[in-house]
């Protein structure tokens, strides 16, 4: 049966409203899970801003924890109980498109063009207090771990691909720029890669938390020439891996040229707008270096991310920058936008 709930929407240019909306009813498959935690992505603070065009009101959310609340039909009984605690991988993909018939499932065509159940809004979906998924996208969370930090399984998973994509080594010189919540999420993957971790950052208490959380070396790079910097470290080599982790397009020419010959230089964030780079097909000839990029996890991705945090392998608790209840959604929404803040997690 339908049920009653509430969903934090956004309607308009940095305003939200609490919403009352109804589930439709659990087809095979699919799970109905009670939310107890959602971080606030980068995707959610673009739309708040309206730098992301969704129609309005809009439904985000997509770093999603709670506990089942119904298991619909044909689902499997002895590996799924109510109440059972799980990470939710909100992210959608059709499984018909060349890219998800091919195992690249972060690439399906139609993971833009999410179909809406009726009674629902447009949007990831996350930001309601009970939403309903496909039980092939749920994760045990492990005792001990709280919702808090299984929510930010996802944002962890989008770093495992970016990090996979790279095929680093062991003793590999990497450089992160930008210490937000992804590019310190790269910090402490690279170094359980056995990598050697640079951070440029502007911020000194994101240079601190890196350091903290294993980073070799951290500069701010309006105090050092980035480049000659990394190529000072490396014997002039060049980094093995450069992580552009910010949106800033004029970065990307420093990160390309911060990458020592057959490197990889890995764009992961997206620019909103974009702005073309030029790029000397001479380099890319003459130094085989590679430029590619990365975007959002695949379902293995998710499944290792939620390894890695059930066994405590990586802490995501520093990276918390705090909760806030339901009913003050307005509050963290406008909270996420600050520079220099961390995740805010709405918990209900």
């Given at each position: ?192 890669r056995g990598c050697r971790v640079i951070l440029s950052e502007v911020d000194p208490a994101r240079r601190e938390l890196a350091s903290r959380l294993g980073a070799d070396v951290t500069f701010n790079p309006l105090e050092k020439d980035p480049v000659a910097y990394v190529r ?117």
């Amino acid at each position: 049966m339908p049920i009653k709930i509430r969903t934090i929407a956004v309607t308009g240019e940095k305003k939200t409203e609490i919403l009352d909306l109804e589930t439709p009813d659990l087809v095979y498959g699919e799970v109905l899970v009670k939310v107890h935690a959602v971080a606030l992505c980068t995707l959610e603070q673009r739309i708040f801003r309206r730098d992301v065009k969704m129609p309005l009101p809009c439904t985000g959310g997509h770093e999603v924890s709670g506990e089942i609340a119904a298991l619909g039909p044909g689902v499997d009984a002895g590996r799924w109980a109510v109440g059972q605690r799980v990470a939710v991988r909100m992210l959608y993909n059709c499984g018909e498109c060349y890219y998800c018939r091919t195992g690249r499932t972060n690439l399906c065509t139609k993971a833009l063009k999410k179909p809406v159940r009726e009674g629902l809004l447009p949007g990831p979906g996350g930001l309601c207090d009970y939403v309903i998924v496909k039980s092939q996208d749920l994760f045990d969370i492990a005792d001990g771990i709280s919702y808090e930090e299984a929510a930010l399984t996802e944002p962890l998973a989008c770093c495992v691909h970016s990090v996979r994509k790279a095929d680093l080594q062991f003793a590999d010189t990497v450089v992160v720029i930008g210490g937000g919540i992804m590019g310190i999420n790269h910090v402490m993957l690279c170094k359980k890669r056995g990598c050697r971790v640079i951070l440029s950052e502007v911020d000194p208490a994101r240079r601190e938390l890196a350091s903290r959380l294993g980073a070799d070396v951290t500069f701010n790079p309006l105090e050092k020439d980035p480049v000659a910097y990394v190529r000072e470290l490396t014997d002039g080599r060049g980094a093995d891996c450069v992580f552009n982790t910010t949106a800033i397009p004029s970065v990307v020419p420093q990160a390309i040229a911060m990458v020592g010959k057959t490197g990889k230089m890995v764009q992961y964030s997206s620019m909103h707008p974009d702005a073309p780079v030029e790029v000397s097909p001479q380099m890319l000839h003459s130094s085989e270096v590679v430029l590619t990029g990365s975007v959002s996890p695949t379902a293995l991705d998710f499944d290792t991310a939620n390894r890695l945090i059930n066994y405590r392998i990586i802490d995501m608790k520093p990276v918390i920058f705090g909760t806030f209840e339901f009913k003050d959604a307005q509050a963290a929404f406008e909270q996420s936008i600050v520079p220099g803040t961390f995740r805010c997690i709405i918990t209900d």
